[in-house]
């Protein structure tokens, strides 16, 4: 698959300890992307963040390592593709019963081509 031009970046944010079924909800959110089919997808650790039902901020400064740190996934692929797998974060969301925050961007792709 090759992919140029037009698209849009889906960035979904969450916690580090939100869990679907004893697994982690990211994980689970990118086994549902390549599944669906989605170009790639990547998962940012915050440093530092805080959200809407938690407002204490959340760090990893060396004494809370284990604190609930922040979670950015990060997915890039075609309008109606990317539309088409906001049903399935919304369910994994309404399930898990989590907060989080999904956003989508315009965005050019330069170039991706998947290697040999």
Do not use: W
């Amino acid at each position: 698959m090759k992919l140029a031009g037009d698209g849009k970046l889906l960035r979904i944010f969450l916690g580090e300890m939100d869990k679907h079924e004893h697994k982690p909800l990211y994980e689970v959110i990118v086994l549902k992307a390549r599944e669906h089919g989605l170009a790639g997808a990547t998962v940012l650790r915050g440093v530092e963040g805080f959200g809407a039902v938690s407002r204490v901020i959340h760090t990893a400064k060396i004494l809370r390592l284990s604190e609930d740190l922040p979670i950015v996934i990060e997915i890039v692929d075609t309008e109606e593709k990317v539309k088409s797998f906001l049903p399935i974060i919304d369910h994994l969301f309404e399930k898990v019963g989590c907060g989080g925050m999904i956003t989508i961007e315009k965005t050019d792709i330069i170039k991706y081509t998947p290697g040999k």
